[in-house]
């Protein structure tokens, strides 16, 4: 078993390392943005293609903190391509670094998505994870973003975009669900009180969500009244 002053010693290098990758990540945040996206988008591919798996997710999720700090259409592109990968931690890390520029420029996010939902084949884990992050944005165009996700081929996306239009409670988006209400397409959803899974349908999960935001229609009625 180390002693305490091997355990202090190690936290040390473990501070010292972090200061190293804080100094390393400003001087590439600093570098001509151009030429650094180049260089970091290449970097992406070759992340995705690692077989080491540990390796895939430290590269992946360091590019994402960096991407986070360019603008333009390339560098939400590859964030959402980060989000696309296999590995949790990476999406995790590019969905955050999506989210904050979507609160700061959501217009470049918003493009983003649209181009996603035209290049992204379906059962892309991008397609699910997207629907979530922007519902998040208290943004007026979220909501027709998500009617896009709602008329896609991906089973999932559709039934992500559902669920984060009940979460966003706009009773507006009652019109957006009910051309669903009757789709047998089927999905997996996990039992909130177990580990449990089990197949439904997108029209019930169209149905469930009309039942959920008629409150809020009832209310609106009121207040127009």
Excluded: C
Excluded at 136 to 145: I, S
Excluded at 151 to 159: I, T, Y
Excluded at 192 to 200: G, H, K, L, N, P
Excluded at 205 to 224: H, K, N, T
């Amino acid at each position: 078993m180390p002693n305490r002053q091997a355990i202090e010693t190690t936290l040390g290098k473990l501070f010292d390392a972090e200061r190293t990758v804080r100094k390393l990540h400003d001087e590439l945040a600093m570098l001509p943005p151009d030429q650094t996206l180049d260089v970091l988008l290449n970097a992406v591919q070759a992340a995705k293609a690692e077989q080491d798996e540990d390796e895939a997710v430290l590269r992946l999720v360091r590019l994402s903190s960096l991407l986070g700090e360019h603008e333009g259409p390339r560098a939400v592109d590859a964030l959402v391509d980060v989000l696309a990968s296999e590995h949790p931690e990476a999406r995790r890390a590019a969905g955050e670094e999506l989210e904050g520029l979507a609160y700061d420029r959501f217009k470049e996010v918003a493009q983003g998505v649209e181009r996603a939902l035209a290049r992204l084949p379906a059962g892309s884990p991008a397609l699910y994870e997207l629907p979530y992050l922007i519902a998040e944005v208290p943004e007026p165009g979220v909501t027709k973003l998500l009617a896009m996700f709602l008329k896609h081929s991906d089973a999932d996306a559709v039934s992500a975009a559902i669920e984060a239009l009940v979460e966003i409670g706009d009773p507006g988006s009652a019109a957006l669900l009910r051309p669903l209400v009757g789709d047998k397409r089927t999905v997996e959803m996990e039992d909130d009180s177990s580990d449990a899974t089990s197949d439904v349908t997108l029209g019930e999960l169209a149905e469930e969500a009309l039942g959920m935001l008629s409150p809020y229609e009832d209310d609106e009625e009121e207040e127009r009244s």
